[in-house]
């Protein structure tokens, strides 16, 4: 004959109330009112960061569309009509093509660049181990809290005597070696997240360590080079101070560089509609690369957590 035991209840945890049926209970009330509280205080400050950060962006969009006279008269009503001439004499007339497509040049070469031998860099540092691995790595973590002001002079001066001052290539190499040091920080932490299991299958059936790394462990990085491709992106779009020194030839001038002078030159004019619709004009790129690539930005940044 089997009996069936009654098994004993689960014990509380210390501090937590038991019911009758030996379940703990939940929090008492007290701490649900102050949760609730600290909920809603949380939510409201995040809502009016957002409000700060983001009526700005909307203003300036609506005010591009506006004429001079309106700007002024009332510049927080919607306009009247759309004033597609700010654009198109932003554009035209203030050279703002040709800044958009050195700016487009520049960066879209520089980030390429950044990408394939950081991403080189931080694999050989991740994965193999070798005398003065760590001693290479806190060299591009150094790099990092280097200030750029105290390299100004001597990088124009070596950047001129390679014949490369004012040119579009030069300021790809220099944008190249100033974003690595985070790159390579960003992406060592990322690729020893990844698992080891994968590469040694790869060399046991015969891949090379460069086969393995371009058509294996790359894709797996994917997260990562997206995440920090963004912030290189954002950081090469909106450099103002190497293309100031390394670049004062007007014709390769770089978008940041053709706002300064439109701010200038329309200052002048009292062409504020043309002003606001170039400053739109660089900042949508911007906000349209992070929109289509937020998700992967959140992925890559918490990859390293989840792992």
């Known amino acids: 004959m089997t009996t069936t035991e009654t098994p004993a209840p ?4 210390s501090g937590a109330p038991v019911t009758k049926t030996g379940a703990p209970a939940g929090p008492p009330p007290g701490e ?13 400050l995040l809502v009016l960061w957002a409000f700060m950060v983001v009526m700005p962006l909307l203003w300036a969009v609506m005010t591009s569309f506006k004429d001079d006279r309106s700007i002024f008269s009332s510049p927080w009503s919607l306009p009247d009509r759309l004033h597609f001439d700010n654009w198109s004499r932003a554009w035209t007339e203030a050279n703002m093509s040709d800044y958009f497509l050195n700016t487009v040049l520049v960066v ?7 990408l394939v031998l950081g991403s080189m860099a931080a694999y050989v540092l991740a994965r193999f181990d070798f005398p003065g691995n760590r001693f290479v790595y806190y060299l591009f973590v150094g790099g990092m809290s280097f200030p750029i002001m105290l390299a100004l002079v001597p990088l124009f001066y070596v950047v001129n005597n390679m014949g490369l001052l004012n040119s579009i290539h030069g ?4 944008y190249i070696a100033y974003s690595l040091p985070f790159t390579v920080f960003f992406l060592t932490a990322f690729f020893r997240t990844l698992p080891t299991s994968v590469a040694e299958a790869a060399f046991v059936d015969g891949a090379s360590h460069s086969r393995t790394f371009f058509q294996i462990m790359l894709p797996m990085a994917k997260p990562g080079l997206v995440s920090v491709g963004i912030f290189n992106f954002l950081g090469q779009w909106n450099q ?9 030839d007007p014709d390769r001038r770089v978008l940041t560089q053709g706002l300064v002078q439109l701010a200038v030159s329309q200052g002048y ?39």
């Open 108 to 114: 879209g070469g520089s980030l390429a660049g950044t």
């Open 171 to 174: 300021l790809i190499l220099v």
């Open 240 to 248: 103002y101070m190497l293309p100031t020194v390394l670049n004062t």
């Open 269 to 307: 004019k009292g062409d504020w509609s043309g002003l606001f619709a170039g400053l739109v004009m660089a900042m949508l790129p911007v906000l349209a690369a992070y929109i289509v690539f937020q998700r992967q930005v959140v992925q890559g940044l918490t990859a390293g957590a989840l792992k």
């Open 10 to 13: 689960v014990p509380a945890e």
């Open 32 to 44: 649900k009112k102050e949760g609730a509280v600290l909920n809603a205080f949380s939510h409201g």
